[in-house]
């Protein structure tokens, strides 16, 4: 098992940019979101899905759209890069929301110029 | 509604313990607790459900105060491998199936 994946690592976008920041899992979870950390900050959700085909919006949706057309792949699209965007963004997956504990994947650190 | 943590941060002696605080405003269906050490993802280390269940970490202990809407986190006999931020968790599955976090407590342990 991979677990959760990330890519890609880092990132640089110039102000304006689009970007797509993948998430893919094997472990057959249906839970599967995304949040951002800024320095020294907690996790805020951004976007998340139940199942392919549903998704709604977290604490922080503005300025990022998802789609689930899979179980395993929920892939963050920035629409136009902000630099208040320049963060880590983790993707996570689980198998139920109260019952079951979050895998985290690696993360993905985007800075925006 | 995002959980409050107390305290935001605590430094330790190795072999010291220490209690990490988490409250929430909304009614609890149960409490999950992660580890983020510096550059690296949230790592799990228990889930407290409504009943007294507890699954997890084997050298760490949390209580789950429903009324209270309370959750403690107890580390004992600190390592240097404790250092990190803890985070917790609450998941709701009212207006949308969230797991909201607190904002972290940092942990030092120094020898």
């Known amino acids: 098992n991979a677990g959760v994946t990330q890519t890609p690592k880092f990132q640089v976008l110039k102000t304006g940019q689009s970007m797509t920041l993948q998430c893919a899992q094997d472990?057959?979870?249906?839970?599967m979101s995304w949040y951002r950390q800024d320095p020294g900050m907690g996790l805020r959700l951004i976007h998340y899905?139940?199942?392919?085909?549903?998704?709604d919006q977290g604490e922080v949706p503005n300025g990022y759209n998802v789609s689930r057309s899979t179980t395993e792949d929920f892939p963050l699209r920035l629409l136009s890069a902000a630099p208040s965007q320049t963060s880590v963004y983790f993707c996570?997956?689980?198998?139920?929301?109260?019952?079951?504990?979050?895998?985290f994947g690696p993360g993905t650190r985007l800075t925006v110029l | 509604q995002q959980p409050v943590q107390s305290p935001q941060a605590v430094i330790l002696r190795e072999g010291e313990d220490a209690v990490i605080n988490c409250s929430s405003s909304?009614?609890?269906?149960?409490v999950h607790w992660y580890r983020q050490k510096h550059g690296e993802a949230p790592v799990f280390l228990m889930i407290?459900?409504?009943?007294?269940e507890q699954k997890g970490h084997e050298k760490i202990s949390a209580s789950f105060n429903e009324k209270k809407q309370q959750s403690s986190l107890y580390l004992t006999a600190s390592q240097l491998s404790y250092s990190g931020t803890y985070f917790c968790?609450?998941?709701?599955?009212?207006?949308?199936?969230?797991?909201?976090f607190g904002a972290g407590t940092r942990l030092f342990v120094k020898a």
């Open positions: 996570a997956s689980s198998y139920s929301l109260i019952l079951n504990e979050q895998f």
């Open positions: 472990m057959n979870h249906e839970y």
């Open positions: 899905s139940v199942g392919a085909g549903i998704t």
């Open positions: 909304k009614a609890l269906y149960s």
């Open positions: 407290l459900l409504k009943g007294g």
């Open positions: 968790g609450t998941p709701t599955p009212t207006g949308g199936f969230k797991t909201i």
